[in-house]
Nanobody, 118 residues
Framework: QVQLVESGGGLVQAGGSLRLSCAAS????????MGWYRQAPGKQRELVAT???????NYADSVKGRFSISGDNAKKVVSLQMNSLKPEDTAVYYC????????????WGQGTQVTVSS
């Protein structure tokens, strides 16, 4: 069983920065994909960024050039550096850790609120 604990959310003015971190406990051996998703009120949860255990990254178009995801499998931590924040980035941000080695398992964090004021 893997548990995820997120930290780093908060309130920031537009143009500011925040860094989210997600620490995993438990066994995460094998091929992993770590990611951040977000859900704004009244909207569906959407992908923000992912990173594989091999270091390949993927970003939503809306955050490209502003957000940066990083991961450390040895330390079992994935982080999201968010710069140039906009009010539309306001959402609950969730960490997701997928272990692709059979059998596939997906784990979610409890979510952390990010609020960007204009």
């Amino acid at each position: 069983q893997v548990q995820l604990v997120e930290s780093g959310g908060g309130l920031v003015q537009a143009g500011g920065s925040l860094r989210l971190s997600c620490a995993a406990s438990g066994s995460i051996l094998g091929l992993n994909v770590m990611g951040w998703y977000r859900q704004a009120p009244g909207k569906q949860r959407e992908l923000v960024a992912t990173i594989t255990s091999g270091g390949s990254t993927n970003y939503a178009d809306s955050v490209k050039g502003r957000f940066s995801i990083s991961g450390d499998n040895a330390k079992k931590v994935v982080s999201l550096q968010m710069n140039s924040l906009k009010p539309e980035d306001t959402a609950v941000y969730y960490c997701k850790w997928s272990i692709l080695t059979f059998p596939r398992r997906d784990y979610w964090g409890q979510g952390t609120q990010v609020t960007v004021s204009s």
